[in-house]
DNA sequence: ATTGCTGCAAACTCTTTGCAAGTTC
DNA sequence: GAACTTGCAAAGAGTTTGCAGCAAT
């Protein structure tokens, strides 16, 4: 059931492979939502009627310290979580709860550049997110 | 006690003038720190030892509304409340928490030019939020 | 055999809500 | 006096934790 890419994923992080935690995994690369915990599990259910969401919780904290996935937050109130590796951005639809990446290396240059350029006073920079806020075209 | 631009504020966006609203208002003006609503209530009981954080929060509720303030998420999980109007984005240190206005209009600009030549397809822009992370320097 | 994981429930944090009594306009 | 606000407590959403029994290495 699991599929090899899951498998190598956790085993190359050290992470036993149980069939929860594969489950939630795949769940996560395969939906490709940026799903919440709350998601997650109920797509689990389909198939798994009784997982408990503190499992899924227990995973996603790990798969977060393992640098598998990446917690981001909307406006909205719970977290989502991304398996992308690749530096990307992010579009969000507050009236929709929708949540995609944003792939564009002209923009990510464009900040790399600016901020190469243009130091911050005493502030060391680690990252930079920005969401492009908005709303589907709905015709 | 309330001070004028406070008053003013209020009386614009038809608020009640009530103490407990003056104050918290007058908190957020003059504190410039993104409180959260647990901020707000400590420094209000230094003066007002019993105002409930329900109350805070109806006030913050209510200023957000009328668009006195904005609500800013960090990767923390509480609400943030930022009282300034002009356009800025934000420089966030999750080590220390400590949320900061960053002003740039340049960078205003780029971003601006960048996305009036570059569409997204299906996607309308209504805003569009950087966080800027990283840490102060310690020495 | 050791270490780590699951399942379950309780607890915790942040925020919202309901409502009676009080305040503002 | 009509409409709104406060204070209080209870409840709600999302998340974390503790622990006994079980599974993976």
Redesign the pocket.
Known sequence: MANKKVIRILAENK???????TAILEVILNLNNHP???DITQYLRLNYP??????V???L??FVKKGIITPVRTSN???RYDPVKEKHHHLYAPDSDILEDFFDDDLIKLLNDYFNRKKIPDFKIDDIKLQIIGRHDTK
Chains 1, 2 share one sequence.
């Open positions: 992470l036993k492979i149980t069939p929860q935690r919440s915990a709350e009784h997982i408990p969401i503190g499992t919780y227990k995973n904290d790990l109130e719970s977290m």
